[in-house]
C-alpha cells in the first residue's frame, strides 16, 4: 500500500499541538520548583530564627550570667528572714588588672569568676553581681562550714585563671560570710561585707611586708 502523503497543514497542526504541550509541562515544572523553593526559604527562615542569640533576661547581668544589683536591692527592700550563709566576694588588685591588661582582660576576669560561682551554688542559693568587681551570694540554708568549702574552692581555681592575652595569671579575691538564722539579710550582707574588707587589708599588709622584706635583702 503506497504511503499516504501528510499534507503541510496536517503538520503544521501536530506541531502547535506538541508546542502547546510542551509549554504546558514546563510551566508545570516551573511552578513545582517555585513551590519547592518557597518551601526551602521557610525552612531556611524559621531557622535563621532559631540561631538569633536568645535575649538576655532583665534580672540577670548579661557580663557575668549571675543576677544584678536591682534583684538583691529587691530582695533587701522586702526585708523577710532568711536562714542560711550570705557571703560577699572582691576581686584583689581588679584595677591594676584593669590598668596593665585592658578593660576586656579585666571583663575577662570578671566573666571568670561568674562561671566559677554559677558552677560552685546549688538551685537554690541566689548569686548576683553587686557592682564593679564585687559579689553576693546567699547559700540558703546552708552551714558556714559548707558554704566556706564553697568560697575557698572558688579562690583556689582562680589562682589557675588565663587570661588571653597573658596565659596563666592569678587571680585572687577576698571574702568575707556572716551565718543568719531566720534574720535579715540585710544585716547578714552588712557583716559579711565588713570581713571582706578586713580580709583584704590584711592581705594587703602582709603583701607590703613581704615587698618590704625583699627590698631589704636586695640593698642589704
Known amino acids: 500500500m503506497p504511503n499516504a502523503i501528510i499534507q503541510p497543514e496536517t503538520v503544521l497542526m501536530w506541531a ?10 514546563l510551566v508545570d515544572l516551573l511552578a513545582r520548583d517555585n513551590d519547592r523553593l518557597r518551601r526551602v526559604n521557610a525552612v531556611l527562615k524559621k531557622d535563621g530564627k532559631s540561631a538569633e542569640p536568645a535575649p538576655v533576661p532583665v534580672n540577670l547581668a548579661p ?17 523577710g528572714k532568711v536562714t542560711g550563709v550570705a557571703a560577699v566576694l572582691d576581686v584583689d588588685g581588679f584595677k591594676e588588672i584593669n590598668d596593665s591588661y585592658g578593660h576586656l582582660a579585666g571583663d575577662e576576669v570578671l566573666q571568670g569568676v561568674g562561671g566559677l560561682i554559677r558552677g560552685s551554688i546549688r538551685e537554690q542559693d541566689f548569686a548576683c553581681r553587686w ?3 564585687e559579689f553576693v551570694i546567699f547559700f540558703k540554708n546552708e552551714c558556714q562550714e559548707a558554704a566556706q568549702k564553697r568560697m575557698a574552692r572558688i579562690e583556689h581555681r582562680l589562682a589557675d585563671f588565663h587570661l588571653r592575652q597573658t596565659g596563666k595569671h592569678k587571680i585572687s579575691v577576698s571574702w568575707g560570710m556572716a551565718e543568719v538564722r531566720d534574720a535579715s539579710l540585710r544585716d547578714a550582707l552588712a557583716t559579711a561585707d565588713n570581713k571582706m574588707y578586713q580580709m583584704k587589708r590584711r592581705r594587703k599588709t602582709i603583701s607590703s611586708a613581704l615587698m618590704r622584706s625583699k627590698l631589704q635583702v636586695v640593698n642589704a
Do not use: C, M, Q, S
Open 16 to 25: 502547535r499541538i506538541f508546542g502547546i504541550a510542551g509549554v504546558a509541562l
Open 131 to 133: 557592682g564593679g568587681d
Open 63 to 79: 557580663l557575668t550570667g549571675l543576677h544584678n544589683r536591682a534583684v538583691l536591692t529587691d530582695l533587701l527592700d522586702k526585708g
